[in-house]
Every structure is written in structure tokens, then in C-alpha cells.
């Protein structure tokens, strides 16, 4: 929608990523399967995308004594948040590329590359979802009949078991991806 050529998903989860190729007609990596860094490498000509967005946040699922180390010093209370993605799109971005980072992060983490971000030049930009500035233009793209979301929810719930509901979500259970609330 936004002008992108290219879209390329990264998950461990079959039916989200299903869900990527599907919807947003994304190509996918399974980062359990391969390595993403050098998938992404191999997909970019060696380049790297333009731009990489980090959509979990403190709750990514780290590979290998990196992922233990997060989790652990999480667990200790050494660590708020698990920033796995963050690093990887440090990593992974072109020179000159922009990182968007809307995954929610509470406080600190370490062990972050930035001699990559600085050396490469990369761009920031953070902050959750800015319904203000994107929710016109979304809600006219699904009245003229170019997006239909539906394809997101998962789950209908009648809005009083909104609680059972964002436990669903929270807790990812029975291949929930999204949970529509009907009045």
C-alpha cells in the first residue's frame, strides 16, 4: 500500500507465515529452518533490504546462546526485554537503509551492535502504531474494497469474553492470530 516492491516475512510459526504469503503476498523465511541473515543476504543480491521492521519486540524468541543469554538475564531482572530482532535488523539493514522499530520494547537491553548501525548510516524510527496519521487511509482503502482485513482475525468472539479472548492472543493458543470483538 505503501509503495513497497518487495515484502519479505520473517516468523518460526507455519500458519503466520502462511498467513504472510497469503495476505500481504509476502515471500518467507522460517527462521528455525535457516539462517534469516543470510537468506536475507542471498534474496538482496548481498545487499541487504532498504528497509527492515522489528514488529515483536521484547517478546522475540532468540536462537542459540544469544537467545539463552537474553532469557536468562531477563529472568534475573539483569535485562527488561529480549532484543533479538533488534539486533538481527541492525544487522541485517543495507547501508543507508531505514530500521522501523514498532515492537514494544519497556526499558533496557544490551549487547546491541551499533558500530553496524552507525558504520552503515541506518536511519531509526520507533513508536507504536500512529493510528492518527495511517487510520483514514486504511479504513477508505477498506470501504473501496482494496484491503479486507478479515483475513487477519482468527477468532470471533462476542465482545463479553474479551478477556478469554486477549488470552487467546496473548498466549498465542489454538493458532490464534488476531481476535475480532463483536458487539
Known sequence: ???AERVIGIDRVPHRLQLA???AKAETINYEEVDAGEALKEMTGGRGPDACIDAVGMEAHGMGLEGFYDEAKQKVGLETDRP???RQVMLACRKGGTLSIMG???GFVDKMPMGAF???GLTLKTGQMHGQKYMPR???SIVAGEVDPSAVF???LPLAEAKQGFELFKHKKDGCVKVLLLP
Do not use: I, P, S, W
Open 84 to 86: 533479538t530482532v533488534l
Open 118 to 120: 552507525m558504520n552503515k
Open 21 to 23: 504469503k497469503d495476505f
Open 104 to 106: 514494544v520494547y519497556a
Open 154 to 156: 482468527t477468532h470471533r
Open 1 to 3: 500500500m505503501l509503495g
Open 138 to 140: 486504511l479504513l477508505e
